[in-house]
């Protein structure tokens, strides 16, 4: 790694703040369209399954 990124401590909980707000909102249940409510996990276990 040449060039290594340096963030301040203010842009580094953003970053945290923004990626944990992410991973939460995959879990939070959603209708596909198919009038049953799945979280996107269980949506992409099911089209390997």
């Not at 990124?5 to 995959?26: E, G, I, P, R």
């Not at 939070?28 to 269980?42: F, L």
Request: glycine share 4%; net charge positive; proline share 2%.
């Amino acid at each position: 790694m040449k060039n290594k990124k340096k963030y301040s401590n203010a842009d580094a909980a953003d970053v945290l703040h923004k990626v944990s707000n992410f991973y939460v909102n995959t879990k939070v249940p959603h209708d596909y369209g198919t009038g049953e409510v799945y979280t996107s996990v269980e949506v992409h276990t099911l089209k390997e399954i």
